[in-house]
């Protein structure tokens, strides 16, 4: 202990940081690369669906190219891509809201919405 200010030293200390962001980001790069099923992804991050497709968003609006070829037909009925891809390629807006609002009858849900975007943008936007 120094006598001057009284400040005790300390020899040793332990750091603590918060979940590394990058490394998700890495860790669902290489997954998808490897055509893990995203609900796998999702529970070895311990992630929920949501949390996962937002990151997934993170990572094409980037630039990042999201190959989701393997596995989009489990999540979104072939017809029903190609009304939301005529919806994307002929919206100005791209607006989620307003394609459900418009496709709402055919049962879809916004994280269905939300995966064909991510497709979407990571098809034709990078």
Do not use: W
Request: glycine share 4%; with cysteine.
């Amino acid at each position: 202990m120094s006598k001057k200010n009284e400040i005790e030293k300390v020899d040793e200390f332990i750091m603590k940081s918060v979940v590394n962001k990058s490394g998700l980001k890495v860790f669902i790069i290489q997954n998808i690369d490897k055509k893990i099923p995203l609900e796998t992804i999702a529970k070895m991050k311990n992630i929920d669906m949501v949390d996962l497709l937002q990151e997934m968003e993170t990572i094409v609006s980037s630039g990042t190219k999201l190959n989701l070829d393997y596995c989009i037909n489990d999540y979104v009925d072939e017809y029903d891509q190609g009304d939301m891809y005529d919806y994307f390629d002929n919206s100005e807006s791209g607006d989620l809201q307003e394609a459900y609002d418009l496709l709402k009858e055919n049962n879809i849900s916004h994280e269905q919405f939300r995966l064909m975007r991510i497709k979407y943008m990571s098809d034709f936007a990078n």
